[in-house]
């Protein structure tokens, strides 16, 4: 009995000592590709993480398999987000929530846009599958919201993809300025709006033309400077 409660106590020191190596391997690969991008070698991920790269590939066999566990938890809030947004009675909010859930997203993790549209060589039909249908479920949303009168007669289904490469870009830029980011989202969505804006926008980033976060010639980035 007393070996058996022994083999019990050792296989669960070594599960749990498994399932704190898969945890910091994953809040590793989130910073390292935040800093990096996804094609950032596996070993930094494993320095990061404290481990040696043995165990990051007993874990995750591949970088997709990394990075798809890195963002499992954004990729499933994105498809909850268009679901929902199908699925609301007015789609016009529903559209607003789908930005406003995919900008907030790319706030906070800045590796997960590239993450998002990479197509990896083992898995390319399924990615191509997966992001046909959200193509043909964003275009039915469009259309509805047109349809209804709140989004604008013009409004293509790329300048929503547009818009979100630009908001990508603003959040590399000023990581830490969430005001910038709810701004510029805020602006984004009056300009699909067919009618004229109603309601006034969040407080301005204190962002002055001094701070803009240029890299100089010689290498290197500027902090921005806020008023």
């Given at each position: 009995m007393t070996t058996r409660s022994s083999r019990?106590?050792?296989?669960?020191?070594?599960?749990?000592?498994?399932r704190r190596n898969r945890e910091r391997l994953l809040?590793?690969?989130?910073?390292?590709?935040?800093?990096?991008?996804?094609d950032a070698p596996m070993a930094?991920?494993?320095?990061?993480?404290?481990?040696?790269?043995?165990?990051?590939?007993?874990?995750?066999?591949?970088?997709?398999?990394?990075?798809?566990?890195?963002?499992?938890?954004?990729?499933?809030?994105?498809?909850?987000?268009?679901?929902?947004?199908?699925a609301a009675d007015d789609p016009w909010t529903g559209l607003t929530h789908l930005v406003e859930t995919v900008c907030a997203l790319q706030r906070e993790e800045?590796?997960?846009?590239a993450a998002f549209?990479?197509?990896?060589?083992?898995t390319r039909e399924e990615h191509a599958r997966s992001r046909e249908q959200a193509?043909?479920?964003?275009?039915?949303?469009?259309?509805?919201?047109?349809?209804?009168?709140?989004?604008?007669?013009?409004?293509h289904q790329s300048d929503l993809v547009v818009a979100l490469?630009?908001?990508?870009?603003?959040?590399?830029?000023?990581?830490?300025?969430?005001?910038?980011?709810?701004?510029?989202?805020?602006?984004?969505?009056?300009?699909?709006?067919a009618a004229p804006p109603t309601a006034p926008l969040p407080p301005p980033s204190?962002?002055?033309?001094r701070g803009l976060p240029l890299t100089p010639e010689g290498g290197g980035s500027r902090t921005p400077r806020r008023s």
């Open positions: 019990n106590t050792a296989r669960d020191t070594v599960r749990a000592d498994a809040a590793a690969a989130r910073a390292v590709f935040a800093e990096h991008g996804i930094t991920v494993a320095r990061r993480a404290g481990v040696g790269v043995a165990t990051l590939y007993r874990h995750f066999p591949t970088r997709e398999a990394l990075v798809r566990g890195a963002f499992a938890r954004q990729m499933e809030t994105c498809g909850r987000a268009l679901g929902d947004a199908l800045r590796g997960f846009p549209l990479d197509a990896f060589p083992e193509e043909r479920d964003l275009t039915v949303l469009v259309r509805r919201a047109q349809a209804s009168g709140a989004l604008r007669p013009d409004f490469v630009a908001h990508c870009g603003l959040v590399a830029a000023l990581p830490d300025d969430p005001r910038a980011s709810r701004r510029l989202v805020a602006y984004l969505l009056q300009s699909f709006r204190g962002l002055t033309l």
